[in-house]
C-alpha cells in the first residue's frame, strides 16, 4: 500500500519564477495538507484540501494556492518566488471525519530559491 | 490559538541513557497532542498521540509521553536509547476543529552519541 508520494523530490528555483509541487494522498485517504518547513523550524500549516475545494488556510500570503483534483492528489503552486521561500514542503493525507488522526507524511519536496 | 514550546533545541545523550523530551503547551481548548519524529531528509513519521482517555501513551520504538493538563505538558520519555534514535522530534497540537490543523513546536534533535 503506497503511502504519500510527492514530487519532485529537490528542485531549484530562481527569484521571481513560479513553482508547482505534486501530492498523491496514501489509498483511501480524501483530505490533502500542506505543510512549509524552514530550516531549523517545525512545520507550519499552509491550507487544506477536501472534495477539491480549499477548507481552511493558515497564514500564508495569496503566492501560494492549491488545487485539488478528483482523484484527490493535490497541487501547491507558489508565485512570485521569494528567498524566504525556501523550505521542505510536506504534504499529509486523511480521510475527513477519521476519529484516529490518521495524518500520513510524504517525504517532502525541498524547494531551494536562488 | 494554540502554541507549542520546545525548550530543548538539542539533547545530547549517550547511548543505553534513557532521555526525557519537553514539550509544552497553550491552548484555550481542550487539544489533541502528538510526537513525531523527522529522520535526515525525510518526512514526519507518528511516534504516539493523546486524544482521550489514559494520560499515559506509549508509541513505536519503545517510546512513551504523559499528558498533564494541569502542567500543559506533554513530555516524551524513552528508558533506554539507541544509536539509531539520532532524529529531530517534533511535538504537535491540534484543536477539535474541522480540518485538525497540526502546529508544530520547533523540534528537539535527539543526538545519542555511542
Known amino acids: 500500500d503506497a503511502g504519500v508520494t510527492q514530487s519532485p523530490t529537490h528542485l531549484i528555483k530562481t527569484r521571481g519564477q513560479q513553482v508547482t509541487l505534486r501530492c498523491s494522498p496514501k489509498?483511501?485517504?480524501?483530505?490533502v495538507s500542506w505543510y512549509q518547513q524552514a530550516l531549523g523550524q517545525g512545520p507550519q500549516f499552509i491550507f487544506q484540501?477536501?472534495?477539491?475545494?480549499?477548507?481552511q488556510r493558515g497564514n500564508f500570503p495569496d503566492r501560494f494556492s492549491g488545487h485539488q483534483f478528483p482523484n484527490y492528489s493535490s497541487e501547491l503552486n507558489v508565485n512570485a518566488l521569494l528567498l524566504g521561500d525556501s523550505a521542505l514542503y510536506l504534504c499529509?493525507?486523511?480521510?475527513?471525519?477519521?476519529?484516529?488522526?490518521?495524518?500520513?507524511f510524504g517525504s517532502g519536496t525541498r524547494l531551494t530559491v536562488v | 490559538a494554540q502554541s507549542v514550546t520546545q525548550l530543548d533545541s538539542q539533547v545530547p545523550v549517550f547511548e543505553e541513557a534513557p532521555v526525557e523530551l519537553r514539550c509544552n503547551y497553550s491552548?484555550?481548548?481542550?487539544?489533541?497532542l502528538f510526537w513525531y519524529v523527522q529522520y535526515p531528509n525525510q518526512g514526519l513519521q507518528l511516534l504516539l498521540k493523546?486524544?482521550?482517555?489514559?494520560?499515559l501513551v506509549k508509541g513505536i520504538n519503545g517510546f512513551e509521553a504523559e499528558f498533564n493538563k494541569s502542567q500543559t505538558s506533554f513530555h516524551l520519555r524513552k528508558p533506554s536509547v539507541h544509536i539509531s534514535d539520532t532524529a529531530e522530534y517534533f511535538c504537535?497540537?491540534?484543536?477539535?476543529?474541522?480540518?485538525?490543523?497540526?502546529?508544530f513546536g520547533t523540534g528537539t534533535l535527539l543526538a545519542v552519541q555511542p
Open positions: 499529509a493525507s486523511s480521510k475527513l471525519g477519521q476519529r484516529d488522526y490518521g495524518y500520513t
Open positions: 489509498s483511501g485517504h480524501d483530505t
Open positions: 484540501y477536501y472534495e477539491e475545494e480549499e477548507r
Open positions: 491552548s484555550s481548548v481542550s487539544v489533541y
Open positions: 493523546y486524544l482521550s482517555g489514559s494520560t
Open positions: 504537535a497540537v491540534s484543536d477539535h476543529g474541522a480540518t485538525n490543523k497540526l502546529i
